[in-house]
């Protein structure tokens, strides 16, 4: 049997295929100090004595630095910037740290992330700057739990991230070393993007329910006997997620496709200030919507649970 005939083609027009054509998998890690320290047993046990417990059956930790400190936070904010892009123009995929964005957004997305590791390596040098008096508060607040040695001499390079493109795909090498193995990862490999189809769909579904629900919730309710006020948001969350959908849909799933386009249709043109000042339309738009969340939270229900694909032993 040559290595020809050993091919898997992919076929683009189901939705695994289209995603396995379209797609590639990118991986995010995170390099993060860890702020929090487990007591010994010997404070543990002294810890007990003021309840008149045993040690062994206690748990405690104490806190090495002051995480609401504002360089702190901004460190803490940059990486909660990058994780929210990146799961803004990927899809899940069934790998931890694992998502799947289009090819046509690799170049887009690795300036992204390079200029944005320079902004966190930025925020991170800044609070080493504050990392002394960190210490010294920390050693005020921990009295005799305080340990020197459970602090870095430097946090510079202690808070990173880092990305890669893994390869997803059956090993090439193995159509020759062995046929069998190669023809079993290629079918591993396709229930994976069949799974990160259901998880795609399940991610969008539960996404537009939460953002639907919140903004009929805010057009239907009362407060003190007058409307509940809303943000502008509760429109551009809707419309933000309306381009997600359009830039990632695999178009799986023809029920959702047609939920998303309803929605759409009803929001659209429709400004903030409108729905605030005319009663009616905040009535209209409200039926429609909850038209739109019965059929989604049928969705909820009626979703596959998530299959665990297990690596061959």
């Not at 629900?213 to 006020?229: C, F, I, P």
């Amino acid at each position: 049997m040559t290595a020809t005939t050993l091919e898997q083609p992919t076929d683009r027009s189901s939705p695994s295929g289209r995603l396995r054509s379209t797609m590639c998998a990118t991986r995010v890690n995170f390099t993060w100090l860890g702020t929090q320290k487990t007591l010994t047993r010997d404070q543990r046990a002294q810890a007990a004595l003021s309840f008149d417990a045993q040690g062994e059956f206690l748990s405690a930790g104490k806190k090495l630095l002051d995480t609401k400190n504002p360089r702190f936070k901004a460190v803490t904010s940059e990486r909660n910037r990058i994780r929210s892009f990146w799961t803004s123009i990927s899809l899940p995929y069934p790998e931890p740290a694992v998502r799947l964005i289009r090819q046509d957004r690799v170049d887009t997305f690795q300036d992204w992330m390079s200029d944005h590791r320079q902004e966190l390596t930025k925020a991170v040098e800044e609070l080493d700057e504050d990392y002394f008096s960190l210490k010294e508060a920390a050693r005020q607040r921990l009295g005799r739990l305080y340990n020197e040695a459970d602090y870095p001499m430097s946090l510079i390079g202690l808070f990173d991230v880092t990305w890669d493109f893994p390869n997803v795909e059956a090993p090439s090498y193995l159509r020759q070393l062995d046929p069998q193995l190669y023809q079993e990862e290629c079918r591993r490999v396709q229930a994976r993007f069949d799974e990160a189809v259901q998880l795609a769909e399940s991610a969008f579904v539960e996404e537009l329910s939460g953002l639907v629900t919140h903004l009929t919730e805010r057009l239907s309710g009362q407060q003190d006997g007058r409307a509940k006020v809303f943000r502008d948001s509760a429109i551009g969350n809707l419309n933000h997620f309306f381009e997600r959908f359009r830039s990632l849909n695999v178009r799986s799933n023809d029920q959702l496709d047609l939920l998303v386009s309803q929605c759409q249709d009803i929001v659209h043109g429709v400004q903030p200030q409108t729905l605030r000042n005319d009663a009616q339309v905040r009535q209209t738009v409200s039926r429609e919507l909850s038209s739109v969340q019965a059929t989604l939270d049928k969705l909820l229900v009626d979703r596959p649970r998530r299959r665990i694909i297990r690596s061959p032993k």
